[in-house]
Nanobody, 126 residues
């Protein structure tokens, strides 16, 4: 079955960096567009970044533009999120998501994605 396992979360000081990974198994990774979402305590799930199947098109939420970079390695079946200049508003559980599609496009909508990881916690201390 499809499994998505996030890693790389932790506690970091404001201004610091983290790199999240999402290891995918049980699927043909290059057939899936991928996304990162986050959820802070007491808030709904929020779009962070998305990438198409081939990895040459990306989208980022306005709140993370210029600071976060999404990428993927189809040979390693892994999705990444490089996070720089972190601030307290980035504190949340981060989830990766996968959607099988015939189209080489990305999606910013959580409703699009059929598979989700268990999440990894990112805490930014000031």
């Amino acid at each position: 079955q499809v499994q998505l396992v996030e890693s790389g979360g932790g506690v970091v000081q404001a201004g610091g960096s983290l790199r999240l990974s999402c290891a995918a198994s049980g699927l043909t990774f290059s057939n899936y567009r991928m996304g990162w979402f986050r959820q802070a305590p007491g808030k709904g799930r929020e779009f962070v970044a998305a990438i198409n199947r081939s990895g040459n098109r990306q989208s980022n939420a306005d709140s993370v533009k210029g600071r976060f970079t999404i990428s993927r390695d189809n040979a390693k079946t892994t999705l990444y999120l490089q996070m720089n200049s972190l601030n307290s508003e980035d504190t949340a559980a981060y989830y990766c998501a996968a959607d099988r599609t015939y189209f080489d496009s990305y999606s910013e909508s959580a409703a699009t994605y059929e598979y989700w990881g268990q999440g990894t916690q990112v805490t930014v201390s000031s």
